[in-house]
């Protein structure tokens, strides 16, 4: 069982940043994906930002030019890092990676609050 660990979350004014980070319990090159979702109260869980083992990027038009994916494969981490922030942005984000022949692996989440 792939056990992934997020941390970084937090309260934040608007215009802020912050940086999520994912650490993973084995290699992350045996995910063929990961990403990062999230999901605000009362609101199903979108996918806002993905990452493939050859490292191409997808994103959320939501937050296209704000939010930039990256992984660490020697510290199997894979980050967010997330500027221009606004109120919307607010929910619990969810790191996710992808393996054959395996469902979805989820983390806890972590609170990412936006607010003056």
């Known amino acids: 069982q792939v056990q992934l660990v997020e941390s970084g979350g937090g309260l934040v004014q608007p215009g802020g940043s912050l940086r999520l980070s994912c650490t993973a319990s084995?290699?992350?090159?045996?995910?063929?994906?990961m990403g990062w979702y999230r999901q605000a109260p009362g609101k199903q869980r979108d996918r806002v930002a993905t990452?493939?083992?050859?490292?191409?990027?997808t994103y959320a038009d939501s937050v296209k030019g704000r939010f930039t994916i990256s992984r660490d494969t020697a510290k199997n981490t894979v980050g967010l890092q997330m500027n221009s922030l606004k109120p919307e942005d607010t929910a619990v984000y969810y790191c996710?990676?992808?393996?054959?022949?395996?469902?979805?692996?989820w983390g806890q989440g972590t609170q990412v609050t936006v607010s003056s």
């Open positions: 990452i493939t083992k050859g490292g191409t990027t």
């Open positions: 084995g290699s992350i090159f045996s995910f063929y994906a």
């Open positions: 996710s990676a992808d393996q054959t022949f395996a469902p979805r692996s």
